[in-house]
C-alpha cells in the first residue's frame, strides 16, 4: 500500500530557532494536512492544505506557523520560532478526495524543543 | 462545534476475548464520517474502520466491528478474537462530508490485551 513518508523521524532543536518538517504525500493526493499531538493528548488539526493555499487552519496555526508545496511531491511546515509548548509528534496525512475518503497518516516527527 | 469523547482511558482484554471500546460525539452536521484509528508504540496512525453516518448498517472490517447508534451518537469498536498486536492507544474521531477532511478526535483509549 503508498505510503505518505515523513522526514526527519525526530528533531531537536532550541528554542527560538526555525524548524521544516517534511512530508512526501502519496503522489496521487490532492489534499494535504499537518495535524499534531502532545504526549499524552488527543491528536489535534492544525491545517489543510489543497490546491496550493490553506483550505482551514486551526488556532494553534498562529504566525509562527507556515505551509508550503513547493513542488510536486513535498509538503513542509514551518516553525519560525520554536516554543516549547510545540514539542510534540506532528503527523502529515493526505487524501485524495473529501468527504467519502480516508486520511492516510505518516509515520509523524518527534520534535522536541528544548 | 463538533466534539469526539472516550470515556475509557484505559482497558486491558486477554488474548482472544472481546473487547469494546465506546465514543461518543456531537455534531450539527447531517452528513459525517466516523473513524476509529490504532496507534502502536511506533504512533503511527492506522485507519482500523470507518463508518458513513448515513448508512444504517454497521461497518466491519474483519475482526473489528462497530456499533452505530447515530440517535444516541455512539460508536463503539468491537474486537473479537484480541490479538497480542491489538495492543495500542485507539483513537475515536469525527469527519464532516465535504470541505477540508478535518478530524476531531477524542483522547484515546489504550487497549492491553494480556497473554
Known amino acids: 500500500e503508498p505510503e505518505v513518508t515523513q522526514t526527519p523521524s525526530h528533531q531537536v532543536t532550541q528554542m527560538g530557532q526555525e524548524v521544516i518538517l517534511r512530508c512526501v504525500p502519496i503522489s496521487n493526493h490532492l489534499y494535504f494536512y499537518w495535524y499534531r499531538q502532545i504526549l499524552g493528548q488527543k491528536v489535534e488539526f492544525l491545517v489543510s492544505f489543497y490546491n496550493n493555499e490553506i483550505s482551514e487552519k486551526s488556532e494553534i496555526f498562529d504566525d509562527q506557523f507556515s505551509v508550503e508545496r513547493p513542488d510536486g511531491s513535498n509538503f513542509t511546515l514551518k516553525i519560525r520560532s520554536t516554543k516549547l509548548e510545540d514539542s510534540a509528534m506532528y503527523f502529515c496525512?493526505?487524501?485524495w478526495g473529501t468527504g467519502t475518503e480516508k486520511l492516510f497518516f505518516g509515520s509523524g516527527t518527534q520534535l522536541s524543543v528544548l | 462545534a463538533q466534539t469526539v469523547t472516550q470515556s475509557q482511558p484505559e482497558m486491558s482484554v486477554q488474548e482472544a476475548e472481546t473487547v469494546t471500546l465506546s465514543c461518543t460525539y456531537d455534531t450539527s452536521e447531517n452528513n459525517y464520517y466516523l473513524f476509529w484509528y490504532k496507534q502502536p508504540p511506533s504512533r503511527q496512525m492506522i485507519l482500523v474502520i470507518r463508518q458513513e453516518a448515513y448508512k444504517q448498517q454497521n461497518a466491519t472490517e474483519n475482526r473489528f466491528s462497530v456499533n452505530f447508534q447515530k440517535a444516541a451518537k455512539s460508536f463503539s469498536l468491537k474486537i473479537s478474537d484480541s490479538q497480542l498486536g491489538d495492543t495500542a492507544m485507539y483513537f475515536c474521531a469525527l469527519g464532516a462530508q465535504g470541505g477540508s477532511e478535518k478530524l476531531v478526535f477524542g483522547k484515546g483509549t489504550k487497549l492491553t490485551v494480556n497473554p
Open positions: 496525512a493526505s487524501t
